[in-house]
């Protein structure tokens, strides 16, 4: 036979307080004596206590919780992500609900279409794509809205995102004034726009000092590696290869591997999205750090200040990156060989990227 759950009734009468002392202290409502909030606590804990947080919304006719759509938990950046949405939430008294798009649009409408029905009090979304799939649904229920990493187009919505262009340009230059010539930059998709923002720092920073090819190689480690792997093993190899997220640095490594280059000697490796791995590995990797967290606490600052009721014009937030320099991206022992140069395979430029 099962016990019966315990009730606020019996977690008040274990800690000696009334049933609103329980509920203030649960729900961050009002300020409670940390003598007897501690009490409080303690019986939650003893007697195994969970909220029915169904029931509390109705009562109070304020949702508490709010939703997540990410394209990838598997994806350290977005681990990173939520873990400091999931901190200031619970400051602030919220719940989250998480869910991944798996980076398919289809998914993100129908993940999104789950949300509503919990009725949050908002949503933070990292689109998967340019557009947010099922979005309408969301506006048209009047559920505050935030867009964080990548920006959606077209649309009024408040949005936080990295500065891409200045870190791309700057890390660019990084590799110029190492004496890299051919840099060889491996995108998952070009068509992201926080992608596409970066293949435009990296332009803008090369002009003309630097040759600059583009390439595509899909958004898992399996299909990095192996197109990688392709480009690096035919015909002339760059002298940098600057890869615009984490998985694609991963598979580079592999490629690097597979055709026996070395780094730097032959080539200098350089990417977006430093992480504690890159530190680790022989010679450690230069990086672009995004500074994630502040990433997740602007968002959530953005996500309550609307939940309050802010009627201003929508924010579009850029937050400054730093520059991680190590030895992967260490100068080039050879100048570059204008004959070489003018050799190299015909220049990549992605479509609307100039």
Request: hydrophobic fraction near 45%; aromatic fraction near 4%.
């Amino acid at each position: 036979m099962t016990s019966k759950l315990p009730s606020i009734r019996t977690v008040a009468s274990c800690a000696g307080v009334s049933t609103a002392t329980v509920s203030n202290v649960l729900n961050a409502r009002r300020s409670v004596a940390p003598e007897l909030a501690d009490r409080v606590r303690a019986a939650v804990a003893e007697l195994g206590y969970i909220a029915d947080l169904g029931a509390s919304r109705l009562r109070s006719r304020k949702s508490t919780v709010a939703g997540v759509v990410v394209p990838d938990l598997a994806n350290p950046f977005f681990g990173t992500f939520i873990s400091a949405l999931e901190r200031a939430a619970r400051r602030d008294g919220y719940e989250l609900l998480i869910v991944s798009s798996g980076g398919d649009q289809a998914q993100e409408a129908a993940r999104l279409r789950t949300l509503l029905t919990w009725r949050p009090a908002g949503l933070i979304i990292v689109p998967c794509g340019n557009e947010v799939a099922g979005l309408d649904a969301a506006i048209a229920a009047r559920v505050p809205l935030v867009a964080a990493d990548r920006f959606p187009a077209g649309l009024a919505m408040d949005m936080v995102a990295v500065d891409n262009r200045a870190a791309a340009a700057d890390l660019t230059r990084h590799l110029i004034e190492g004496g890299r010539r051919h840099i060889l930059a491996a995108a998952s998709d070009i068509s992201i726009g926080n992608i596409r923002e970066r293949c435009d720092g990296i332009l803008a920073a090369a002009g003309t000092e630097a040759e600059v090819e583009f390439i595509e190689v899909g958004h898992t480690l399996t299909d990095s590696r192996a197109r990688l792997t392709e480009r690096l093993g035919t015909g002339l190899p760059p002298d940098a290869l600057f890869t615009l997220n984490n998985v694609t640095t991963l598979g580079a490594l592999g490629a690097i591997a597979a055709t026996g280059l070395r780094v730097p000697q032959d080539l200098a490796l350089a990417g977006f999205d430093d992480e504690e791995w890159m530190r680790a590995v022989s010679p450690p990797l230069t990086a672009v750090r995004q500074p994630v967290e502040q990433l997740g606490a602007e968002a959530w600052r953005r996500l309550m200040a609307r939940i309050g009721g802010d009627t201003a014009p929508p924010e579009q937030i850029r937050l400054a990156c730093t520059l991680e320099i190590r030895d992967s991206s260490a100068p080039a022992r050879r100048s570059a060989d204008s004959t070489a140069i003018g050799r190299w395979a015909q220049q990549i430029r992605p479509d609307g990227i100039s």
